[in-house]
């Protein structure tokens, strides 16, 4: 996963209305019901309440980021489930996740990010959650995405599972990447097209999945874009966002949610 710092999350936990307010006027759909839609299940058959969950902070690598277990449980507790974080780290902190009884333990470190359901077995990896939940982002905001051009930058983990997902829900799916054979490999796989210039691929279309850390130029960006972007840091500029219509990004929302609906449904 690409590795958060505090200064990006340091806000959640004091946000979640607002975020989730924000996120209903760009989509139409809160959190919770947009987790759930990412992965083809109805947000109201699940009473969230009866679930507990544990954010286990890991010390190991580069050591715990300041502020992302509190920001994960907030996350969880703003769509319904009951929270904590444990009070010790590592294995120590799982087993006190298990001792508490939490259904669904969250943990992450350098590498990945994923939810365990101990209960059922099921267990969900940042990467696809993302690009699910992205996904679904972009169709909410874009009223459909059936027969429109979409284009994902970035070929990576995130970006293979969103084309994917994209092309499932109809759209006609292009593909760059700063290495072209990533994205002809991706593309050739799901029936996409590779554009080796990502400068002509983001100036040619209006709707946008991008799952780059690098950062958009708004002169690229044409008027009336719908970018759905859950890279870090933030892709745009002061020019990017006034041309674009609307631009949904968080650095650990949309990820976390879906990752969570996922736990509790036992689907991916």
């Given at each position: 996963?690409?590795?958060l ?7 959640i936990p004091r ?7 924000n996120?209903?006027q760009?989509v139409?759909m ?9 992965i083809g299940?109805?947000?109201?058959k ?6 507990v969950t544990?954010s286990?902070p890991i ?8 502020g992302?277990s509190?920001s ?6 703003s ?6 974080v444990t ?5 120590d902190g799982?087993y ?12 992450a ?14 267990y969900?990896?940042n ?5 699910a ?6 169709d909410?905001?874009?009223g459909?995405l059936e027969?429109k051009?979409v284009?994902?930058?970035g070929?990576?983990?995130?970006g ?5 997902i994209?092309t499932?829900?109809g759209a006609?799916v292009?593909i760059t990447?700063?290495l072209i ?7 050739s ?6 554009i080796?210039s990502i ?13 780059s850390?690098g950062?958009i130029p ?6 009336g874009?719908?970018i759905?972007s859950p890279?870090?840091p933030?892709?745009?500029d ?7 219509d609307t631009i ?10 879906v990752?969570?609906?996922g736990?509790?449904?036992?689907r991916?």
């Amino acid at each position: 996963m690409t590795r958060l710092t505090e200064d990006m999350i340091d806000e959640i936990p004091r946000t979640a209305g607002k975020r989730s307010e924000n996120l209903r006027q760009a989509v139409g759909m809160d959190l919770k019901t947009l987790a759930f839609r990412a992965i083809g299940e109805d947000p109201e058959k699940y009473d969230l309440s009866k679930y507990v969950t544990a954010s286990v902070p890991i010390t190991a690598g580069l050591g715990v980021i300041g502020g992302f277990s509190q920001s994960v449980s907030a996350i969880l507790e703003s769509m319904g489930f009951r929270s904590f974080v444990t009070s010790r780290t590592d294995i120590d902190g799982i087993y006190e996740a298990l001792e508490k009884e939490a259904d669904i333990l969250f943990t992450a470190d350098d590498v990945r990010y994923i939810a365990y359901n101990r209960r059922t077995g099921t267990y969900f990896d940042n990467s696809f959650a993302t690009a699910a939940g992205y996904a679904e982002a972009l169709d909410g905001a874009a009223g459909g995405l059936e027969g429109k051009n979409v284009l994902v930058v970035g070929a990576g983990l995130v970006g293979t599972d969103a084309v994917r997902i994209l092309t499932s829900k109809g759209a006609t799916v292009s593909i760059t990447d700063v290495l072209i054979g990533k994205a002809e490999k991706l593309a050739s796989e799901y029936g996409a097209t590779a554009i080796a210039s990502i400068e002509n691929a983001i100036s040619s279309h209006k709707y946008i999945l991008n799952a780059s850390p690098g950062l958009i130029p708004g002169r690229l960006i044409v008027e009336g874009a719908v970018i759905s972007s859950p890279g870090v840091p933030f892709s745009f500029d002061a020019e990017g966002v006034g041309k674009a219509d609307t631009i949904i990004h968080d650095p650990l929302d949309i990820g976390t949610a879906v990752m969570a609906a996922g736990c509790v449904t036992s689907r991916k």
